[in-house]
């Protein structure tokens, strides 16, 4: 009886899901894929200083020093590119005294994983990358392997949502005080 019990659980849970889906307006795109290890270069670029400046003013918060790298199943891959319709947050390209560093555009996604979510995520895509449309890198305010308990295989979905520039928010906010 247990296990009918635990099926029929699943079931229900995979049911909810699909009828949120449906009901969420806020959620434009979702997308599926699997928790895989990074080569190292998120942690690097996350904590330049033209990039960390950006992300605490446009994001509204300080990263995590790294990402979460995604393995997109094939139809996310498909429709990664509907990403580009979706509002986002644009980060600018800058330069130090060595080099040029790419602009990059943040999306506003909850991650899904099991029955847990973390809200306050956004998926990072450089202009100019080295990992190919099946990868995607996801930036937080913590380390989202420890707040969701992920390993390398586990499978995520990522929602992603129109968003707007955390000090344009801000502005807002206050010009509707001021009024």
Sequence with gaps: MGQDHGRGEAALRAEYADYRRLFETDVELVLRGAVTGGMGEGRHYITLPGYAEQFRERLGYEPFPGTLNLDLTEE?????????????????????????????????VTLVADDERYEEVHAIVPDR???????????????????????????????VEATTRADDRAAAAVETEVA
């Design 129 to 159: 990358t080295h990992h190919d449309d099946d990868q995607l890198e996801l930036i937080a305010p913590d380390r989202l392997r420890d707040a969701l308990d992920l390993s390398d295989g586990d499978p995520v979905e990522v929602r």
């Design 76 to 108: 996310s891959v498909r429709r990664r590119g509907e990403m580009t319709s979706i509002d986002a947050v644009p980060i600018d390209a800058w330069e130090d005294d060595d080099r040029t560093y790419g602009a990059a555009t943040c999306y506003g």
